[in-house]
């Protein structure tokens, strides 16, 4: 790259007249030839990069930009400042340390979130989001979106339509609201005309016909209390500030308060505001164990605390499984390097066998073959070694998911293993040997560090792979065995916590980088040979 | 003359008005089930005669339902929906419903009516728990427990469950808090009546998972429906719960030394949704299908190939033999009064509110 880029001020600057004394080299058609030999060379790395190109966009479409996407979702919370749009505004200003719910305003910017929102059928999504952080949102959202419609706020219709019974003509309403003057007198009216004719459109229905709801004569009666109806070219609205003064009131917070006594409850309210901003650190504290409340950020209830210890945990019987496979797989590799090629060759098939075998039919098999009326079992009784009355447990726990993972994973580490072992001169241990080496001397300071690299490819390859294994913890794991993986399943397919989701991989993510790069400090990322 | 002519011209449109109509409906379908048993059930019941009737309609099947929600709103997201047709249970219709990923439906237009005349609405009665939800079967989570391990006293309630002098052996229990919360406070002394007062509460939830422990060690946990029965006839476990079919099948089908033990079993719905923002064409083909496939012949006829009972009243005494085995298959129905002597309804409101916050509790106290 930086040859492409130091060609740029070089093609800019005019050349000197060929053939003057000390100036540059030239190519054949008079252009000097630093800068001919230049342009060959980008030349060469664009035909390569284009050679490359559909791999690369291809990479960068199916597995970069989803997962970019996905980790994204971590921090992501607009839908709150999206479906409230003008409770968010009010709600800033309100104490979630007060004690008490909310003053009026509130609720009447809620009153008109809530009554566009349950419109859209958004409400229930917001409630399930906002279920995630406290109990019982999902309900009372569902449920106050079902009495939103049937608020008493009809008495400011009624009251507006006795006043001037054009009120009620749709089409007078659209006039008013194309007009600049009557929109900066009515502000709060005008804000929610424009969102309920931007629902309106999505369904294809005309707002010069559509009959005014409540809530837009809620809007238009708080509207005329607020600025009197000032700077109004409509004569109606200033008419009806006039008479608003004297209207019949209903109080939102009261119709609220009846739909659902929760409404009044403080941290209903400290919730929405504490996850009001469009980003949110909420998702990655839950999963490191803490939350994000009204009143700041806490550690989680200790009965609710589970995700530091299943990373833990999944680091720790990766470590395992790892350390298992080396221990397995290096005898098996040396046998197969030192063997003729043909004999090797056959014993590799039955290392690739299993390689080729579904995944859930080996996890399986080893079901049957652990469990407590399982295979091994079996045999043990009837050798007489285990009593019938107590059988080994070996499945459903963590043993199950070491034995099954570190099967399932072994050609991993003996593939890598094999072909670095083939590469190491067995005259080299001849001749520590006829140097007076022990075998075992020989083997150690000879031949073992010959065949590091190969260890250190196969670790990487099972360790990465273990600690983002989901299916056969799954299956043979059972409580104690399970990975931080399959609580991200539980979220993607089943509690649909997305957000949560995403923050656990984006914390496996970093941590396997991490291991990687501390991995890379201590042995070195070119001792690493896959072959 | 002229009459003559617009009487012919009105009778040439009314015969092709019928034609357009079907040209106007797509050709292919792509219906979402579970697999094994349960879909086979349903094609034998409903895509089978459908497509007698209809022969340029095209099935297709999609084993997906049990990551149905992600997968909807993932395809919603991409704005590319590919389904036509969902089977789900009633909790992920509500869920579906509550995203707007699911359509919702007007029992009264979009369902047939029973052939007495009662509306679908009616017909359906409780069982039509969110707006877009077409209940097809009632089944019930319960106890199955092997015969020849359980001694000269089998099991009878729900609370020998939790009697390991009893009963020693291993229990299959489902890997989630769902039903087991309630038969633990159940066997911990709560009134039925009061359990989900009781397990609303912190406390509540504390008593029910420490009935849990008194167990814990005993317990093998399953996440699909398909573990327990092959836990029983192995022999691993002396009782466990699963789906009441999946027992059916190992007793009857497979005449495994299983038997049912209905106490304290727990009723679910599953149906089908319609996924929101289908294309004209695919929607009207889909309603057309669902109407026929979910009319009270079409219910009693699933129960023919498998034990759920039908969602519709008026199926109920339609319910005939079993297809291949020739039994009467209403005294395997969770629904038969011998069977519904004690039941739970699973509690949609209840769990949809505290699903988030018991299964964090259940999980770490799985964990410990």
Known sequence: MSDLKSTGPQAAAAPPPAGEPGGPVLAADGTPLKRSLNRALRRQKLRALMLIAPLLLFVLLTFIAPIADMLFRSVENQIVSETLPETVVVLHSWDSESGEAPAEPVFDAFYVDLF?????????????????????????????????????????????????????????????????????????????????????????????????????????????????GSGASDAR??????????????????????????????????????????????????????????????????????YMMLFKRTIFMS???????????????????????????????????????????????????????????????????????????????????????????????????YSVMQTIQPTYLRAAKSLGATNWTAFWRVYFPQSVPGIGAGSILVFILSIGYYITPEIVGGTTGTFISNRIAYHISSSLNWGLGAALGAILLAAVMLLYWAYDKVVGIDNVKLG | MKTKFIAALAASTALLAPMAMAEDMATDMTLVSWGGAYQKSQVNAYAVPYMDMHP???????????????????????????????????????????????????????????????????????????????????????FGYRTDLVGDTPPTKICDVFDLEAYPGKRALEKRPINNMEWALLCDGVAKDEVYDVLATPEGQEKALAKLDTIKDSVIWWSAGAD?????????????????????????????????????????????????????????????????ATDTQRLADQAKYISYGPARDSSAPLVGKHADLGIDMAPHMPTDPNNATNTFLYNYEFWADYRDDIDAKFQAWLAK
């Open chain 1, 116 to 228: 566009l929102a349950q419109e859209q059928k958004l409400h229930t999504r917001l409630g399930s989001r906002l279920n995630y952080e406290k109990t019982g949102m999902s309900s009372l959202f569902r449920k106050s979106g079902r009495r939103v419609g049937k608020f008493d706020t009809d008495i400011y219709t009624d009251q507006l339509i006795a006043l001037d019974p054009s009120w009620k003509d749709p089409a007078t309403w659209v006039a008013m609201m194309a007009d600049s003057g009557d929109r900066a007198a009515l502000p709060f009216t005008a804000r929610t005309w424009d969102r309920w004719v931007a629902y309106l459109a999505t369904e294809g229905d005309d707002p010069a016909k559509t009959k005014i709801e409540d809530v837009l004569f809620t809007t238009l009666y708080l509207d005329l209390r607020a600025t009197n």
């Open chain 2, 228 to 292: 327990t029965p092959q836990l029983l006839a192995d022999g691993e476990v002396v009782m466990g719960s699963t789906y009441n079919g999946r027992l059916f099948s190992v007793i009857v089908e497979q005449k495994q030394p299983v038997a049912m033990l209905w106490d304290a079993q727990v009723f679910d719905l599953d149906g089908w949704i319609i996924p929101a923002g289908l294309p004209a064409d695919r929607l009207a083909r889909v309603k057309d299908f669902v109407m026929f």
């Open chain 2, 56 to 142: 340029d309609v095209k099935v297709v099947w999609d084993e997906s339902s049990n990551e149905a929600v992600a997968k909807l709103r993932a395809m919603n997201e991409a704005g590319n929906v590919t389904w036509d047709l969902v089977d789900v249970v009633a909790s992920d219709a509500i869920r579906l419903c509550d995203e707007g990923l699911a359509m919702e439906i007007d029992p009264d237009t979009d369902l047939a009516a029973a052939p007495d005349g009662t509306s679908a609405a009616d017909d359906f009665g409780d069982l039509l728990v969110s707006d877009c939800f077409i209940p097809q079967i009632v089944y019930s989570t319960t």
């Open chain 1, 237 to 306: 609205i200033t008419q009806a500030a006039q008479a608003a003064a004297g209207f019949e009131t209903v109080s939102l917070r009261d119709q609220f308060a009846d739909a659902d006594k929760n409404w009044m409850d403080p941290e209903v309210w400290g919730t929405i505001k504490a996850f009001s901003p469009r980003y949110t650190p909420g998702y990655f504290l839950n999963s490191v164990d803490m939350q994000k409340t009204p009143h700041g950020i806490e550690t989680r209830p200790e009965n609710q605390q589970i």
């Open chain 1, 319 to 417: 470590l395992v499984i790892t350390l298992s496979c080396v221990m397995l797989g290096y005898p098996v590799a040396w046998i197969l390097a030192n063997l003729p090629t043909r004999t090797a060759n056959l014993l590799m098939i039955l290392v690739l066998l299993p390689f080729w075998t579904s995944l859930l039919v080996r996890t399986s098999a080893w079901k049957v073959m652990l469990q407590q009326q399982g295979v091994i079992n079996d045999t043990l009784v009837w050798l007489g070694i285990v009593d019938d009355a107590d059988r080994l447990v070996m499945i459903n726990n963590q043993f199950g998911t070491i034995v099954a993972m570190t099967h399932i994973l072994l050609p991993f580490m003996i593939l890598p293993l």
